[in-house]
């Protein structure tokens, strides 16, 4: 199986400041036939589904606000909120997509305001 | 813009087989894989499987002795089965399109589903 492993844990910012949470893969997630990475990055808010924010790594999931970002290859990843918004206060998901069965999610994120 | 739509029994007893069934709307059912995946209360996501557009389907190593995997295309429908439930297995349950190599790109409002005595 692939482990995720995200990190930190929880954190507190500022409104309009920038949020970094990161992912790594206990292997590489980048295809070499196509050379994409196989991360996904999910919102979650208290009482609703995980929301898609971010395939292939780095594609923002259609309507997503582009203060959303993810960046890396191989098996480091990022999560970069450019200017915290109160509505951005959520738990925030990796997950792997590259080989199944299982596929597999970080332990989450949970990010607040300062 | 596809909708998942989830339903079954909120409350079981141990050992006693849990049925939820995810019907989908506004998009097309057939060649997309579907998945499974829960969350036990204040926990993170855990996988449970998936079915892929010929029926097939693969599951969680930990899970894979007791659950089973359908789909209904006539109905743009599938069901998870999941026996001999434990209070190990209290979760919200989701329905998700998407699996395989594909990412989970809608999901189901999620049902709570209790184990208890």
């Known amino acids: 199986d692939i482990v995720m492993t995200q990190s930190p844990d929880s954190l507190a910012v500022s409104l309009g400041e920038r949020a970094t949470i990161n992912c790594k893969s206990s292997?590489?997630?980048?295809?070499?036939?196509?050379?994409?990475?196989?991360l996904a990055w999910f919102q979650q808010k208290p009482g609703q589904p995980p929301k898609l924010l971010i395939y292939?790594?780095?594609t923002r999931e259609s309507g997503v606000p582009d203060r959303f970002s993810g960046s890396g290859s191989g098996t480091d990843f990022t999560l970069t909120i450019s200017s915290l918004q109160a509505e951005d206060v959520a738990v925030y998901y990796c997950?792997?997509?590259?080989?199944?069965?299982?596929?597999?999610f970080g332990g989450g994120t949970k990010v607040e305001i300062k | 813009q596809v909708q998942l739509q989830q339903w079954g029994a909120g409350l079981l007893k141990p050992s006693e087989t849990l049925s939820l069934t995810c019907a989908v709307y506004?998009?097309?059912?057939?060649?997309?894989?579907w998945s499974w995946i829960r969350q036990p209360p204040g926990k993170g996501l855990e996988w449970i499987g998936e079915?892929?557009?010929?029926?097939?389907?693969d599951y969680s190593p930990s899970l894979k002795r007791r659950v089973t995997m359908s789909v209904d295309t006539s109905k743009n429908q599938f069901s998870l089965k999941l026996t001999s439930v434990t209070a190990a297995d209290t979760a919200v349950y989701y329905c998700?399109?998407?699996?395989?190599?594909?990412?989970?790109?809608?999901w189901g409002q999620g049902t709570l589903v209790t184990v208890s005595s």
């Open positions: 998700a399109k998407g699996g395989g190599a594909a990412r989970l790109q809608s």
């Open positions: 506004g998009g097309s059912f057939s060649g997309y894989y």
């Open positions: 079915i892929n557009p010929r029926g097939g389907t």
């Open positions: 292997q590489s997630i980048l295809s070499r036939s196509n050379n994409e990475n196989y």
């Open positions: 292939w790594a780095s």
């Open positions: 997950q792997q997509y590259y080989s199944t069965p299982p596929l597999t």
